[in-house]
């Protein structure tokens, strides 16, 4: 089992439509928590940072369970442009930390 | 700068040759990592560096590749006898902490295709 997994995807959505990923992680003292966003093989951005408070910016919004081991992202409102794959990073401490990356979730809006 | 750059953007190598790939983190930021992502989106850590110490080797294969981060010039990811499976994108990251608290900046990767 992958020590961070996410929705295999892809997802196909048309547009103004509302669609949630769901990230899992395995390691307990995983600390922080990010979405990153990937077009095309270009380098991944961030999009958020998860906080256990849940956190929004707009139409995306973030959301932490530690208990569950459980990481959210909500897009409302699809837009083409949100087309990409969306990434669930998570660090844990070593010492000093290690960056475990998902697999991603590959998303394509339509017209 | 206000970007991490890579340097070169797409690099071609005939198997057993050599590749070397550079990186310039952001300024100011003292922590450099190396990932490498083939064909189905997988990250793969390699190294990092704080400053011109390595960090965490953890993720380095080590027979054939090296890594050097030197005061006043670009970081560098060496391959030596690059081989078909070395084909893959290498993205260089950089952090402003090691803590993990903070995002990784990413440059816009190295293509390398060994042929």
């Known amino acids: 089992r992958k020590e961070v997994e996410q929705d295999p995807g892809p997802f196909n959505v048309p547009e103004g439509a509302t669609v949630a990923f769901n990230c899992t992680y395995s390691n307990s003292a995983s600390q922080s928590f990010f979405w990153y966003r990937q077009d095309c093989r270009k380098e991944p951005k961030l999009l958020m940072s998860v906080y256990s408070s849940g956190n929004e910016d707009g139409r995306f919004t973030a959301q932490l369970n530690r208990a569950s081991q459980y990481i959210s992202l909500l897009i409302r409102d699809s837009k083409l442009s949100d087309s990409a794959t969306y990434l669930c990073v998570v660090n844990r401490p070593t010492g000093g930390f290690k960056t475990i990356f998902g697999a991603g979730t590959r998303l394509f809006v339509k017209a | 700068g206000e970007e991490v750059a890579q340097t070169p953007k797409h690099l071609v190598r005939g198997e057993g040759q050599k590749a070397k790939l550079y990186c310039a983190p952001i300024?100011?930021?003292?922590?450099v990592f190396w990932y490498q992502q083939v064909l189905k989106n997988e990250f793969k850590f390699l190294i990092s560096f704080q400053n011109e110490n390595v960090f965490d080797e953890t993720g380095m294969p080590k027979e054939r590749f090296s890594a050097k981060c030197l005061p006043n010039s670009p970081c560098s990811l060496e391959i030596q006898a690059t081989k078909l499976e070395d084909s893959a994108v290498y993205f260089c990251?950089?952090?402003?902490?090691?803590?993990?608290?903070?995002?990784?900046?990413f440059g816009p990767g190295t293509r390398l295709t060994v042929t």
């Open positions: 300024k100011g930021h003292s922590y």
């Open positions: 990251a950089s952090s402003q902490t090691g803590t993990g608290d903070h995002e990784q900046y």
